[in-house]
């Protein structure tokens, strides 16, 4: 097992992707803190990570509380060698009509959660000998999207975050990656768009297809193995060649040249 005798935190990880980290990450021997907002799921996810795995509640837009998770983990685990940034939330509205009630929660949720709990647990690993941070961002990050006034701007800003935080944090042996994967086919998307939307979306992709959750946490495994040691401040891209691609998608493409 890769993983074994290692700990992690990965927020947002009772549904969705961070879910799958934890349970890909915990089967490969990690002891992984589960932690979201609701406790019915994140019994449901401790129960598919098994024994090892941990759970913690609480909102981590709050300074305290991301600083009470990492003790969390310390406290259970008695080291801490990976976070995972992985909580958020998204909501779609235009432009003109956005409301600064719904701007404030997703700067707090994806920005200054990331911002809060990574320096937590910088703090915890650059006293010890080093760790892996990985923030989970989206292609959306560098892309103008209708109804994303907030999603795409935080995202980006999560990524900017990650080069800073791999620059100063390299001399504490802790590397810094971020990944940002395309769209991902789960329920928060079929919620969003629809079931046809989303298969419509796939012709629009040089793959031909949205990505698997499994996917991104494949990535995840590998950014925190010995084999992505000397890889820092680096924002991977997931996404089946959509951002390459970028306007000249496989539907103009073909549209082009029939």
Same mark, same amino acid.
């Given at each position: ?10 927020? @947002? ?11 890909? $990450?915990?089967?490969? /021997? ?16 401790? !129960?598919?990570?098994?024994? @090892? %795995? +941990? ?11 991301? %600083?009470?998770?990492?003790? $969390?983990?310390?406290?259970? $685990? ?11 939330? &998204?909501?779609?509205?235009? *432009?003109?009509? *956005? ?9 707090? &949720?994806?920005?200054?959660?990331? *911002?809060?709990?990574?320096?937590? %647990?910088?703090? #915890? ?16 990050? /560098?892309? /103008?999207?209708?109804?994303? !006034? ?8 999560? +990524? ?9 944090? !390299? ?18 998307? +079929?919620?969003?768009?629809? #079931? ?14 949205? @990505?698997?959750?499994? +996917? ?7 950014? #925190? ?15 089946? /060649? ?5 306007? $000249?998608?496989?539907? #103009? ?6």
């Amino acid at each position: 097992m890769r993983l074994a005798g290692q700990a992690a935190i990965i927020t @947002g990880s009772t549904k969705g992707i961070g879910r799958e980290i934890a349970v890909r $990450f915990a089967r490969e /021997g990690c002891r992984v803190v589960i932690h979201g907002m609701d406790a019915a799921r994140a019994e449901e996810a401790r !129960a598919e990570c098994g024994e @090892g %795995a +941990e759970i913690f509640l609480g909102d981590i837009a709050r300074e305290d509380v991301a %600083a009470s998770l990492t003790a $969390f983990a310390m406290e259970k $685990f008695g080291r801490l060698d990976i976070l995972i940034n992985s909580a958020g939330v &998204v909501k779609m509205e235009p *432009f003109l009509e *956005f409301k600064g009630e719904t701007w404030r929660q997703l700067v707090d &949720v994806h920005l200054s959660g990331a *911002f809060y709990c990574s320096q937590a %647990a910088a703090r #915890v690993m650059a006293a010890g000998p080093g760790g892996r941070i990985i923030q989970i961002s989206t292609i959306a990050a /560098g892309f /103008g999207q209708f109804g994303f !006034a907030a999603y795409a701007p935080v995202k980006a800003g999560v +990524e900017a975050l990650t080069r800073v935080m791999a620059v100063e944090l !390299a001399a504490h042996k802790i590397s810094v990656n971020c990944i940002a994967p395309g769209p991902v086919w789960n329920d928060m998307m +079929e919620h969003l768009y629809g #079931v046809e939307r989303l298969k419509e979306r796939c012709k629009t992709i040089p793959m031909q297809r949205m @990505g698997l959750a499994s +996917e991104v946490a494949e990535l995840a495994l590998y950014l #925190v193995s010995p084999a992505a040691e000397y890889m820092t401040g680096q924002v991977l891209h997931l996404d089946g /060649g959509a951002s390459a691609a970028g306007p $000249f998608t496989m539907e #103009v493409y073909k549209r082009a040249t029939s």
